[in-house]
């Protein structure tokens, strides 16, 4: 059985980070690991940083906009 490891994810990525910051695959993947450790801000504002580098990319605005949808106080 495969277990999730979000906080594995999240030290890789975080080692990856420097150097290559202007990478926004690396900070969606970032935020996707964060959100999945319940780490929703820290999740936000790189998922935010994706959508900066490449305003372009549907698949980040789209789980940017499904984050903010989760954050909503209804």
């Known amino acids: 059985m495969v277990q999730r490891q979000p906080g594995e994810a999240v030290r890789i990525y975080r080692q ?3 150097g290559h910051d202007s990478s926004h ?3 969606h993947a970032l935020a996707t690991a964060l959100v999945s450790a319940g780490r929703l801000e820290e999740g936000r504002s790189h998922f935010e940083r994706a959508v900066q580098l490449n305003p372009r990319s ?3 605005a789209r789980d940017l906009a499904i984050l903010y949808e ?3 106080d209804v």
Do not use: D, Y
């Open 70 to 72: 989760l954050m909503t």
């Open 25 to 27: 695959e690396l900070h």
């Open 58 to 60: 549907g698949v980040a």
């Open 16 to 18: 990856a980070l420097p």
